[in-house]
């Protein structure tokens, strides 16, 4: 079996979703699972629900309303027939969040935002399978929550990897298309869960090592992993193969055209991972397999914006040590913030990090009793793998420099811009 991830770029209007359909014409559908994210920016669009359900925001109502007509326009593009069964299907999804809204009781914003921006990879899978066999591909339908089990860390939860096992070798049919959504998954209560922003990717890699898949694929709006992320550097260019450790170097560092989470699974069952052209889906893209020798001969930039350069001081001069340095990791991971790079020096201890859930404030608030915090906030972390000197010296060229810090292959620089 294959699995194909398609994401929300692939299937952002009617369009999209057409091409999905001709590409699955051209690379074959027969023993595929297909995992679909939502739409577009729906995620987005949903957070802002969510922002407003606790605001209690007047616009709550408009902005489910917008995320309804962004669906609707794509329903009208791809049917002619206003009676065809997908209308109300998509319609009941809608009347479901309402009443949840309307019902709901609990203050835990994670649990909540589950269960609300879960709908969109609902709606987009919907729509997609709807639409499959409305033009006479026929496929089966699957409910992620039904299959992938999980902990009850919302937002960022956990796979239980036997339960899940058990779930997909019973339900995933062989020999004919499978549909499903990515990011989703659900907890012992049967609550909906998400794996994280952008966990699509790592949905189709779990599917594949339960399923021994043959390859799995991620179809994007690049021709493959390039050497850089082509919105921020010029002349990017293709990386025709890498090894499994490159690509998770690169998407841990913030490649984010791979979720970092997807390779670990793939990897411990040797299963081949292609990222190809949504656009030109008969180009070979990238291959991203085990090997030592599939180092790129060329230097990869990767840039995270909008981090945090945090510097903690001892008090009282005194050294931060192990005992120190320990205490404030175990922080670090409590507050859910990732660090991205640490830096030492006797009495001082720098870190980078991304604090994707906004916790910093609280996590000041207590570092603020033991060391002494400043920070810089909106800086970026460039991190160049195989550097070589004109290449390090080009990205740092016009920026102020924070941090800079050179391991054998990797040069990691912190700036603000000049
Ligand atoms: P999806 O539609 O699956 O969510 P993403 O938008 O998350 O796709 O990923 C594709 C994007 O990743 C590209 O449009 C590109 O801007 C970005 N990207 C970042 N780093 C790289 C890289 N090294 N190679 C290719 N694309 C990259
Ligand atoms: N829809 C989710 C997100 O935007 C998951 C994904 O696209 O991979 O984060
Ligand atoms: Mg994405």
């Not at 009676?83 to 969040?97: E, G, R, S, W, Y």
């Not at 025709?240 to 979720?259: K, M, W």
Request: proline residues 2%; glycine residues 4%; contains cysteine.
């Amino acid at each position: 079996m294959r699995v194909f991830k398609f994401g929300g770029a692939s299937v952002k209007d009617a369009d999209g979703i057409k091409n999905v359909y001709d590409v699955l014409q051209k690379v074959g559908h027969e023993d595929v699972l297909v995992v679909i994210s939502a739409m577009g920016k729906t995620t987005n669009a949903f957070e802002v629900v969510i922002k407003n359900y606790f605001d209690k925001s007047a616009e709550l109502q408009a902005s489910i309303q917008e995320v309804r007509k962004y669906h609707n326009q794509i329903l009208m593009d791809l049917f002619d027939d206003e009676n065809h069964a997908v209308f109300a299907a998509v319609t009941k999804i809608f009347t479901d969040l309402e009443s949840f809204l309307k019902n709901n009781k609990s203050p835990n914003y994670n649990f909540v935002y589950d269960q609300v921006v879960s709908l969109g990879e609902v709606i987009s899978t919907c729509i997609v399978s709807h639409y499959f066999n409305h033009v006479g591909l026929k496929n089966q339908w699957l409910d992620v929550r039904e299959l992938i089990k999980t902990d009850n860390t919302y937002r960022d939860a956990v796979v239980d990897w036997e339960a899940t096992q058990k779930n997909i070798s019973k339900n995933v049919k062989k020999k004919t298309l499978n549909i499903t959504q990515g990011f989703l998954g659900s907890d012992d209560n049967n609550f909906t869960t998400t794996l994280g922003r952008e966990g699509s990717d790592y949905t189709a890699a779990i599917f594949a090592y339960c399923l021994n898949a043959e390859s799995v694929t991620i179809w994007k709006d690049v021709p493959g992993v390039l050497n850089a992320d082509p919105r921020y550097f010029e002349n990017a260019i293709l990386l025709n193969q890498i090894s499994y450790r490159e690509a998770i170097e690169l998407a841990f560092y913030g490649a984010t055209v791979i979720h970092p989470k997807t390779l670990q699974p793939l990897q411990k069952k040797e299963i081949p991972l292609f990222v190809k052209s949504f656009v030109n889906p008969l180009l070979p893209g990238t291959r991203v397999s085990k090997g030592a020798d599939l180092e790129p001969q060329t230097s990869c930039f990767i840039v995270k914006k909008n981090q945090l350069l945090i510097s903690l001081s001892s008090l009282d001069f005194s050294f931060i040590m192990e005992e120190n340095i320990s205490e404030i990791f175990m922080l670090l991971h409590k507050f859910k913030i990732k660090v991205t790079l640490i830096q030492n020096t006797a009495i001082s201890f720098s870190v980078c990090v991304d604090d994707k859930f906004g916790n910093f404030a609280e996590l000041k608030s207590v570092l603020s009793k033991k060391f002494h915090v400043t920070y810089n906030d909106n800086v970026s972390l460039y991190t160049i793998r195989h550097f070589t000197e004109k290449s390090g010296d080009a990205v740092a060229k016009n920026k102020v420099v924070l941090v800079r810090q050179v391991s054998r292959e990797t040069l990691q620089i912190v700036t603000k811009e000049a």
